[in-house]
């Protein structure tokens, strides 16, 4: 039986319940970044992918909830103090600037991490992210379309003086799930796997004994600059860092 | 010794004789050459460590563009700490039109960092927290992995630090290298770092930073609104700006470089790229020194220098005379369709030895133009006294084709229906005084010459003095049939008090 | 049962080391169960009270974990007896579904660790992730089972907190982190 729980409403404080979870299923899948070690495809087993990221009504019910997550109590190990939830007002108060349908940042792994499995979910691995992405409104895979790559690296192209949306705004793609573009960079369960070098133009020349038997991390396709970006993005992050456009949200296995 | 081997001793020892000798020639030039050459090398990285850093440790002091620090007046290795910030800034890349850069210090291009050879810079690179990418810095005057990038990858509101000695002297570009990294150097990620040489830059009056980038977008070249970066324009090479400092205004008007005459000026010129080459020229002055690609040489008397694509040059120049030189990437296109263009705006005193401004304006006949020699005679003559008719008339027809034939023709016909005859034409023949002030003073409006109808505008020969109308009115009377005659200098002066002159006239 | 990462530090109040909690940059607060190489289960923050190093290996790796273990040794032999006795090394497998406790003791007798101030530990998946995202250690299983990840030794101080880390391996110890082991490991030095 398929567990739909339904969107939040504002300021709710009785569950965090996240989105809904839409359904993806399985398939095959060649991901643009060229793993040494596998032969092509990657297989994707079928899983349940939140609608839309994480807000910051659902967020905040949740450190209502268990108050150990809260701004302020965090441990530093968890989430670095000066960025996690900086731009709340307070710890139990978003504040006027802050909207409440706003996909939650400045979160850090360990927190998004917790809030995932506080629902019996996990973050997305890089994987099961990507192949969602890669779809559009009508294809299950738009990513060789010149047009969909010029759109993506148009969000990166905006500077972030404007305020984030809120979720839900962007069209649904093929698999009903909305706001994977053009909205924040989000956290994957093994974002610890993007082992790329620091200095990006070493792609092809594996670093041996720094990632110990390092099967180079390369593109497959090295035209798609907007996935190249997000694993950019994710190589740059530690578990304990936040920033003010990476969010998250959360999956589950097929029930 | 036998016969043979006897005539043969003479010729080997000569031979041994001039191969030694050569041999003694080259090494010696050889060896002059190896002198020379070790006398003024620097000695690279080799010789670039001067020892662990003395004193103080000083905050570089960093500039945005046009502006460079002051020289570092060290005779000592220091250690300097640069604290260098990115900012993702929308700013107008040319008038109503906006652009997303990405920058260092929130200029493109970025700040100007200064420091001396054998220098141990602890760099700290920020990425500022509304920052949307994590970006890192690849300096070509470090020497190390990445030139610093593989220790500077940096998430948005984060900080990295490393740490370098920078052993070679020499002006360098420096550089995001974080993927796709031309998308980050399209954005205006690139700035200039001087290793000043141990004994430091020679003084001058003005020193300058310009630096030349390509920039990609989606709209044409000054489509107004927010413009996204191209990437496909990218990676065909097909800029739609091409600009010095990252704007079209950025060294126009206000914003020239300023320099006084009789002033020394250097300008450290980098070129950010991505993908073009510059052909650095400025118009109106020649290069005296060109440090070529920022490095340790110069050439002398330059005109236009290349600028390689993450390289740089250093030029000095004297300011001899006031003007603005403009200054121009010579793939000429681009300075006037796609903005490679600035100015250096040099005020003072002229010297007209140097350059004169315009000094003459004067008719070109180009092949219109006849001997003058009769006209000179006809002068001659009648400075003397003693014009004859036969002289005006040679010197009339001279300068009647000069000036007259334009319209009426050589041959007097004229232009059916645009330009009256002046052969065997009754009009004239008429009334020569008439002709004399038709001369002097145009003519508008119709007249029938020979039964056809002509209107059309005659301008006042303004330009003709009183010898010249008479001399060219003498000669068509006594041509093509006409009726013959003889106008004076003195008839034509009558004339001319007699008449006024129509507007616009000169005299 | 899975541990839910939101719960790791409620736990902390009812170790039977400590009455303080546990600075709020301890490593020591992950809650995950860790299993040694006796088969014995204990939780990282009963290992407070001493300065130890720690590093993720695995036992069939290939190129870099001999050496993690080497860089330990020579650590180890470059301290005075009295030095040795105040830390503890710690090796948790970034493997657990090869690397069981029968694992474990196999590379113990390979390499004649002593087990009094050696451990080699495994924990769940959950675990070793949140391990290695609380050490900065990056990495990625392969098709093949086998694993590229960073390697690094890690210098906690006796509440767990992080003092140094090196990534230069081998025998011979990174001079810069000897000194803050011996720092670390001074008698007036941090508790």
């Known amino acids: 039986m398929r567990s739909v729980l339904l969107a939040c409403c504002l300021f709710s404080t009785a569950s965090f319940a996240g989105s809904a979870y839409v359904r993806v299923p399985a398939g095959g899948f060649s991901s643009v970044l060229k793993y040494e ?30 108050p150990q997550w809260q701004k302020g109590k965090a441990p530093k190990a968890f989430a670095e103090p000066t960025h996690y939830l900086s731009h709340w007002q307070s710890a139990l108060v978003l504040g006027g600037k802050v909207k409440p349908q706003q996909p939650v940042t400045q979160v850090s792994w360990f927190s998004a991490s917790a809030y995932c499995e506080a629902q019996g979910a996990r973050l997305p691995t890089w994987n099961e992210w990507e192949y969602t992405a890669a779809a559009d409104r009508t294809r299950h895979d738009a990513r060789k379309d010149p047009a969909w790559r010029e759109s993506i690296l148009g969000w990166y192209a905006k500077p972030s003086n404007t305020p984030i949306a809120d ?19 989000e956290w994957t369960e093994d974002y610890s796997a993007m082992l790329v070098s620091a200095d990006n133009r070493n792609q092809s020349d594996p670093d041996k004994s720094k990632f110990c038997g390092a099967s180079a991390l390369s593109m497959a396709d090295k035209e798609n600059y907007a996935v190249m970006m997000r694993v950019a993005m994710l190589s740059s992050l530690e578990a304990v860092n936040s920033t003010s456009n990476l969010g998250f949200r959360c999956a589950k296995p097929l029930p | 010794m036998g016969a043979i081997m006897k005539h043969l001793v003479v010729p080997i020892i000569i031979a041994a004789a001039l191969l030694s000798l050569s041999g003694c020639k080259s090494e010696k030039t050889d060896e002059a050459a190896a002198t020379t050459a070790a006398i003024t090398d620097t ?14 440790p000083i905050n570089a002091i960093l500039t945005s563009p046009p502006l460079v620090p002051p020289p570092t007046g060290r005779s000592t290795p220091a250690k300097v700490i640069v604290q260098l910030e990115v900012r993702e800034v929308e700013m ?21 960092i200064r420091v001396r050879q054998g220098d141990t810079v602890e760099f700290h690179l920020k990425n500022h927290p509304d920052s949307k990418m994590p970006h890192n810095i690849d300096l070509h005057a470090v020497t190390g992995p990445g030139g610093g990038a593989a220790s500077s990858f ?32 399209a954005n205006g990620m690139y700035g200039l770092i001087l290793v000043e040489p141990p004994q430091g830059m020679p003084k001058v009056d003005k020193e300058y930073y310009v630096m030349q980038g390509d920039f990609y977008t989606v709209g044409k070249y000054r489509e107004k609104g927010v413009q996204p970066f191209d990437m496909q324009k990218a990676i065909d090479e097909n800029p739609t700006y091409v600009l010095f400092n990252g704007s079209e205004g950025a060294l126009l008007g206000d914003n020239a470089l300023k320099l006084n005459v009789g002033e020394t000026v250097r300008m450290y010129v ?26 340790s040489r110069y050439q002398e008397n330059v005109q236009t220098t290349l600028v390689p694509a993450g390289g740089s040059t250093i030029i000095e120049y004297k300011a001899e005379v006031p003007g603005t030189g403009v200054i121009v990437d010579h793939s000429i296109f681009r300075a006037f369709n796609k903005g490679a263009l600035g100015m250096v705006k040099t005020s003072g005193p002229e010297n007209k030895a140097i350059y004169s401004g315009k000094e003459v304006d004067s008719v070109y006949l180009g092949d219109k133009a006849v001997s003058a020699a009769p006209v000179a005679a006809a002068a001659t003559a009648t400075a003397g006294g003693v014009l004859t008719l036969a002289q005006q008339i040679k010197a009339g027809e001279a300068l009647y084709n000069g000036t007259c034939s334009v319209c009426h023709q050589s041959n007097g016909d004229g232009i059916p229906n645009v330009f009256p005859p002046l052969a065997k034409s009754d009009y004239l023949n008429a009334d020569k005084t008439r002709a004399i002030g038709i001369v002097l003073n145009g003519l508008n409006g119709p007249v029938t010459v020979n039964g056809a109808k002509f209107d059309s505008v005659m301008p006042p020969m303004s330009q003709l003095n009183d010898d010249e109308v008479a001399n060219i009115v003498t000669f068509t009377l006594n041509s093509w049939g006409n009726k013959g005659g003889r106008v004076t200098a003195a008839d034509v002066a009558q004339v001319r008090k007699a008449t006024p002159r129509p507007q616009g006239a000169a005299h | 049962m899975k541990k839910l990462l939101f719960a790791l530090f409620f736990c902390f109040a009812l170790t039977t080391n400590a009455a303080t909690p546990l600075p709020g940059d301890s490593v020591l607060q992950i809650n995950n169960t860790f299993t040694n190489q006796d088969g014995k289960n204990f939780k990282l923050s009963e290992r407070r009270g001493k300065p130890q190093l720690i590093a993720m290996f695995y036992t069939s790796c290939r ?40 694992a474990l003791m196999y590379i113990v007798n390979k390499r004649k660790l002593d087990t009094k101030r050696w451990t080699l530990a495994r924990t769940d998946e959950k675990g070793v992730r949140t391990l290695a995202a609380l050490l900065g250690v990056r990495y990625r299983m392969l098709d093949d089972g086998e694993f590229n990840h960073t390697s690094a030794l890690i210098l906690l101080d006796a509440e767990g907190r992080i003092l140094a880390r090196t990534e230069t391996l081998g025998s011979k110890p990174d001079p810069q982190f000897l000194v803050a082991v011996k720092k670390a490991l001074a008698p007036t030095g941090k508790r």
Not at chain 1, 172 to 181: E, F
Not at chain 2, 92 to 112: L, R
Not at chain 2, 271 to 279: A, E, I, Q, Y
Not at chain 3, 71 to 99: C, F, H, Q, Y
Request: net charge neutral.
């Open chain 2, 154 to 185: 940096t998430a948005p509101g984060h900080a990295s630090q490393f740490t370098f000695k920078a052993l070679n002297a020499g002006l360098y570009v420096y550089h995001c290298a974080t993927a796709p990294v031309g998308m980050h150097v």
């Open chain 2, 270 to 295: 980098g070129n950010g790229g991505p993908n073009l080459v510059s052909s650095f020229h400025i118009i109106g002055e020649i290069f005296d020194k060109v440090y070529t690609e920022g490095g």
């Open chain 1, 37 to 66: 070690d596998s032969k092509g495809k990657q297989k994707i087993v079928g899983f349940e992918l939140m609608k839309n990221p994480v807000t910051n009504a659902q967020f905040l019910a949740f450190v209502r909830k268990y």
């Open chain 2, 43 to 56: 000695g690279g990285s080799a010789a670039g460590d001067f020892g662990p850093p003395q004193g103080e």
């Open chain 1, 167 to 185: 979720v839900g705004k962007t069209p649904a793609n093929v698999y009903g799930i909305q706001d994977l573009h053009g909205l924040i960079w």
């Open chain 2, 92 to 112: 107008e890349i040319s008038e109503g039109v906006k652009y997303t850069f990405w920058t260092f210090g929130g200029t493109v291009p970025g700040s100007f």
């Open chain 3, 63 to 102: 190129y870099i974990c001999p050496l993690i273990i080497d860089s330990g040794k020579g650590v180890d032999n470059s301290l005075t007896p009295a030095e040795r006795n105040n830390l503890s090394i710690l090796l948790v497998s970034i493997d657990p579904k090869r690397d069981t406790p029968k």
